[in-house]
């Protein structure tokens, strides 16, 4: 289970919404300065990630509490994000070039089976977000 730190910013009825940073590895490393993706990270700024949890302890705004994601579910959302487009491509790329012979052609046609494959993954994302497998959960109250 992958376990974060997140801040309660509301709380009705046994949903609480909190609040955690992205967290970098970049802000204790020694060779900060000379690496380009410290320099990416702070133009990306911090960014604030906000989820509702359900839970049967009674939280108040502003407390602490650590919050959980099964490893499973964050697996299968990089394998739907990074690896499926990825096949696609390659795929895409290996039938055009036995159906085309011109590579304008080769590169719309692998430019449009990537684009549908983002918009499939779009949707289907929004449901797995339904599913309660890959809602973070409310581990303990920290204070």
Known sequence: MLIESAVVIDYKSGIA???CQSQSACGSCAA?????????????????HIFQVETI?????????EIGLPERSLLQS????????????LLST???????SHELLLALFILVCTA????GVR????KLNKKSAFQPILIRVLN
Do not use: D, M
């Not at 302890?57 to 509490?65: A, D, E, F, K, L």
């Not at 290996?94 to 085309?100: C, D, E, H, K, R």
């Open 123 to 126: 949707f289907y994302s929004q």
């Open 17 to 19: 919404k909190v609040k």
């Open 78 to 89: 990089v394998s739907l994000v990074y690896v499926l487009p990825l096949l696609v491509i």
């Open 32 to 48: 900060k300065a000379s690496c380009g993706s410290s320099v990416l990270s702070e133009l990306a700024g911090e960014q604030e």
């Open 57 to 65: 302890t009674p939280v108040s705004i502003g407390q602490r509490v």
């Open 94 to 100: 290996f039938i055009g070039s036995q159906l085309f």
């Open 116 to 119: 549908t494959t983002f918009i």
